[in-house]
């Protein structure tokens, strides 16, 4: 297993796409070593419009994957080759470095005379369409029968307009180069996402496979591409709600009025009142109960309105816990701040 970056020591790129270039892995020429290009910080989600109101959604036509997005291809990939071993190819490892290099290390097909004259005229700048049309004259057959075997086994595909992605082998077998997304952004709500197979075709075709210990790991990887799935829809919740309830005045106002009381400055004035006498003559701690009236009645309603997330409304109630062990409780002449 390889960490860190992959550095391709002046080594030319063996194809190269709109999003990756693929290049011989240099300890194992039967393998190849897919980077993906670099794209200058991209979010989890963005923001667009959605039924007149901005929502957080997926970014869209961007090749870079979130973590878990990576781990899915990676899962959704190798489930494709075990049901179609002759028209997927295997895939070994992604990974994304420290500094963001995201890499996919897969098995090596041999190229076509036309696939390769397309790579190399992707290489040189020229125009492309005339190599791509020879590419899709010379598999044409191959690709439509593609198209029913992904669907056969439950996956949703529309990437045939893409020539690179196919080539075909020594022996005669067509390949589908790219690797699978495992889910994307929803069509008919943007706010949502996707997963990009069915899930019953997909375990109907797993349960299918002849050999026990196949069926049962490829399973395997299938409940945990889910609960991948799972976990960014969960993540792209808390992202759209975070997202949009910072523009809500009333989350706003809230937080401006609770920051004023608890800056460590106003804290430690606070709890430096340490007698009754001490407190009734103190403005801001007058200034900070008072406050704290209308802290209390806003903060509930945050939550039930929906406007911030569980999460949100426990840092909340741990400042608001904060200030109000800084004022602390008058008791026989004394000030409590543990309480």
Do not use: C
Not at 148 to 156: A, L, S, T, Y
Not at 263 to 269: F, I, P, Q, S
């Amino acid at each position: 297993m390889r960490f860190g970056n992959f550095e391709s020591a002046g080594q030319k790129p063996l194809g190269e796409g709109k999003t990756k270039e693929v290049f011989v892995n240099p300890d194992d020429e039967t393998k190849i070593i897919s980077v993906v290009k670099e794209e200058d910080g991209e979010p989890l989600t963005e923001l667009k419009e959605y039924q007149g109101r901005m929502v957080s959604v997926m970014p869209e036509a961007k090749e870079k994957d979130t973590p878990r997005q990576l781990k899915g291809r990676f899962y959704l990939t190798k489930i494709a080759h075990t049901l179609l071993p002759d028209n997927i190819p295997d895939i070994y490892q992604v990974m994304e470095s420290a500094d963001g290099q995201q890499t996919i290390d897969s098995q090596r097909i041999s190229h076509t005379p036309e696939q390769a004259n397309l790579q190399k005229t992707i290489q040189t700048g020229e125009a492309v369409e005339s190599a791509e049309g020879k590419v899709f004259a010379d598999l044409s057959e191959e690709i439509n029968q593609l198209e029913e075997d992904f669907v056969r086994i439950g996956i949703h595909f529309d990437d045939n307009a893409d020539a690179g992605n196919y080539t075909k082998n020594e022996a005669g077998n067509a390949y589908y180069l790219h690797t699978f997304q495992p889910w994307e952004t929803s069509l008919s709500n943007p706010k949502e996402i996707e997963l990009t197979f069915d899930e019953k075709e997909l375990r109907d075709a797993i349960e299918n496979l002849p050999d026990n210990t196949d069926k049962n790991k490829t399973l395997a990887k299938l409940d945990r591409l889910l609960v991948l799935f799972d976990e960014e829809k969960q993540e792209l919740q808390k992202s759209q709600a975070e997202s949009l309830n910072e523009q809500d005045p009333r989350v706003h106002a809230f937080e401006s009025q609770l920051s004023i009381y608890t800056t460590e400055e106003y804290l430690e004035l606070l709890k430096s009142i340490q007698t009754e006498e001490e407190a009734y003559s103190s403005q801001e701690r007058k200034d900070a109960v008072g406050a704290m009236k209308t802290i209390y009645k806003n903060m509930d309603p945050l939550l039930t309105d929906g406007l911030i997330t569980e999460e949100k409304y426990s840092e909340l109630y741990k400042k608001v816990s904060i200030l109000t062990k800084a004022i602390g409780k008058i008791n026989r002449g004394l000030v409590d701040h543990s309480r």
